[in-house]
């Protein structure tokens, strides 16, 4: 198929950006949209210009290194898949596609479609862990139970790719799913107790330290998210939050 | 004692630092929220008896007009209560815009979300501006009758003034056009922010069927009452 391109081209983080129209042809139903991108810069390389930078590294779903703000909506319009998952067959021939970088005052653009997205590594580094020692003396993990129902939660929540797409898809640009979801999966299990109370604490004033700003509900980013992480887990969030303020 | 003095202190001064988190903020935005929906289930109680009983319709309002507790617990409360939702409203939205940064050549919006729920400070303004309109209507004359004249009565040509005063307001087309406007708004705000606020208190329950079912009637039934009152004695009198 044959499709037009609008693509956000930004020379630096100083430098003021602008949409720039590009053509490709031939492209594959079958290819990934990072394989279309592919098939465009060798094209602008041919053709001696600067090609799209854009951010991806395992191209099968699980890094979340990809991002992308195509035709309106964090990873495109397809549903529960990253970027590098999204197929060309989501899209017609002689369309239109935008993209755009996601866009939060806490994600600056580095260039082009590549956004630094290291305030959600801070947020993590907060209190996104638990101080175990792992070297050599690892325990059984049979040794403590846990529910089904709280280990699979936890297991959930842990899916979260740290992509970002909640936050470029929200429209106050709220981390609050991303960081929701790494609170929970220590809030659900045993091991995540000792270290509760200062865990939410940090890791909310990381989030407002970093400039993210305030949930209203919306739910845009459990739709857009390609791992499905629940808004069940903002609540939890809030919880953990109310908790902490009373202990 | 000292210790337990001091512990409460700690407490109190935690909270503080709790209620000035950005999620902290979403829980009281959400507490005052209740409260005014809440209000607003009294408030058309007693409104709509209007609709069969002009004597039970002055005699609530009436108890509720000169009634201590009503007048200087509840009332300074609900204010209170209102103009901290609408500051905190403005607070939110003016932070969320400070973390959009540049705004999307092309955002599809409606792909993941209601209208309602991305308007909220739309919907919020427009009831904002019918709440002015509301107390230049009925509360400014009220007060004024009551202290500063001192007419804690509630009497006119020799019975209560409340039904006539209420129907005299709704002769005026005008009037109810943009009450109605704002009551359609005021179940938009609610479609969205019934279940949402149940979601900021860290409850699930607003995600499931009965709460949303529950938000929806509210959101309907709460405006819609309203609007029918006004329509009903613009037509009836
Ligand atoms: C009787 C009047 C009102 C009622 C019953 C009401 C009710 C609600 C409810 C239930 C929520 C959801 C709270 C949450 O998500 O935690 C909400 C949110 C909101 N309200 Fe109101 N509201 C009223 C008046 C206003 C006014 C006058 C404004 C003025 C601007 C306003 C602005 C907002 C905004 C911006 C939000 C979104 C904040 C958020 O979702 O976190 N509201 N309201
Ligand atoms: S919650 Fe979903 S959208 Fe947000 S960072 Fe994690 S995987 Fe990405
Ligand atoms: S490149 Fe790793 S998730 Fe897309």
Redesign the interface.
Known sequence: MNLTL?I?RQKDSNAKGQ?VDYKVTDISEHMSFLEMMDVLNEQLVNSGEEPVAFDHDCREGICGMCSM?I???AHG?DRGVTTCQLHMRMFNDGDTI?I?PF???????IKDLVVDRTAFERIQQAGGYISVNTSGNTQDANAIPISKHAADEAMDAATCIGCGACVA?C????A?LFVGAKVSQYALLPQGQVEAVDRVQNM??Q??LE??????????CE??CPKGIS??N??????E??KA??K | MVLTFASVLTNILKMTGFFKSSIGRKVAMALSAFFLMFFLIIHLAVNITSLFSEDLFNELSHFMGTNPLVQFALQPVLIFGVVFHFVMGFVLELKNKKAQGVAYAKNNGAANSTWMSRNMILSGLVILAFIVLHFIDFWFPEINTKYIQGDMSGMHDGGFRYFHEMVEKFHNPVRVGAYIVAFVLLGLHLAHGFTSAFQSMGSTAGRKETLQKLGKAYSIIIPLGFIIIALFHHFNH
């Open positions: 609008k956000w949409m703000y035709n309106g909506e319009p935008t755009e866009r939060a005052a806490a994600f600056p653009v898809t429209k106050n640009s709220s609050m909310v004033a989030m407002d400039g993210f700003g305030n949930c209203t509900n919306t739910g845009a739709v857009e808004l069940d903002i609540a939890r969030m809030n919880r939050l109310m303020a009373i």
